[in-house]
């Protein structure tokens, strides 16, 4: 079994001898042991280089033991307290902390490679660079932030749709615009811009790089400082690609999505509230609106004659962008008929997709073709 194409190790467990059946025994009293002895080691409020070895060995042996995560985050706070007559800005204490922060990021690397989707890991990672905001000099902190995204690139390459990595690295390269005072983030939204394009252009169905085109496109549009123009050729030119990528594989939902995304944001009759899904162009006239909905409707009918008919994505999208087409004409009745109609291709979602048949109905009882 594999989960995006990185293969898991079988579930199946070959028969254990005696002896192999008692070591297991034993190791699982050491653990249980080791729980105990940290658990009694913090109750006794003993935030020592000790105790954080302590919890070192015991995670290693178990990362997603979030409780003794909680732990070990007290005692790093409590060893990146500055002595009672120094405070946060003296070197010799940056420097203990930011040791104490290289080394912790150091060792979550490798159980990251080996546990790369534990919420555990990733949250206590994202715990201490928000440290090094708090506790370092501007200096200090960059370097560790640039190096994130590197890691970012590595880790990502082995497991290119793992979203707690596009999430992570999301953070990261926003933390890294904000900081950059002087170029506003230019380089860094350029970056990540280009990095999601090269990650869809790897693999057309990982939605998280689809995810990310999507946010960073708009950012780098406003960098770019674009007028009316370039912003609209830009919308034509993500067309165009989502285009002849449903055409290599119109039955991928990630790329859907995106087809979908760029229509909401632009060509709907109501336009979703600012925010994250914000459109990469100014709101469009209904009759421009009308003319791309018109041409995308035209390529779903030219991908039904393709032979893939039997695809509820096409059918879909051909009701949402009938039905968008109808309001922004005003009249949706014309457009129902046009093609086989919202009926037919209802009724044809029905019958390929019966799971969701409560949804079709309730589409068909909107738009008055309920039989």
Known sequence: ??????????????????????????????????????????????????????????????????????????????QMRPPPDTDHTDPDHQSKTHALL??????????????PKAYTLWTHRLWLLRQTHQLLPAPLAAPLWHAELALCTKLLARDPRNF??????????GELMAGDTAGGGGDVVEGEFA??????????????????????????????GAGEEERLRFFEDELALITRALYTDPYDQSLWFYHTY????????????????????????????????RREIATLHDLLTEGVDDCKWVLEALVVYTGWLGRCEGAPEEEMEEGGGIGDWLRRLEALDPLRLGRWRDWAADVGVLE
């Open 1 to 78: 079994m594999s989960s995006h194409g990185v293969p898991r190790p079988s579930g199946a467990r070959p028969p254990r001898t005696e002896q192999a059946r008692a070591k297991e025994l034993a190791k699982i009293e050491e653990y249980r042991a080791l729980v105990s002895l940290v658990q009694v080691k913090m109750a006794e409020k003993e935030y020592t280089s000790d105790v954080l070895s302590l919890t070192t060995k015991l995670l290693t042996q178990n990362p997603e033991y979030y409780t003794i995560w909680n732990h070990r985050r007290r005692i790093l706070q409590h």
């Open 102 to 115: 290289t080394a912790d990021l150091a060792f979550l690397l490798p159980l990251l490679l080996t546990h």
């Open 164 to 173: 707690h990595g596009w999430g992570y690295r999301r953070y990261v390269a």
């Open 195 to 224: 990095y999601a394009s090269r990650m869809v252009e790897a693999n057309l169905s990982n939605f998280s790089a689809w995810h990310a085109r999507a946010a960073w496109g708009v950012r780098v549009l406003d960098v770019r």
């Open 262 to 293: 760029l229509l909401l944001t632009t060509c709907s009759p109501k336009l979703p509230p600012p925010g994250p899904a914000r459109a990469a162009i100014t709101p469009l006239a209904p009759a421009q609106k009308a003319h791309y909905l």
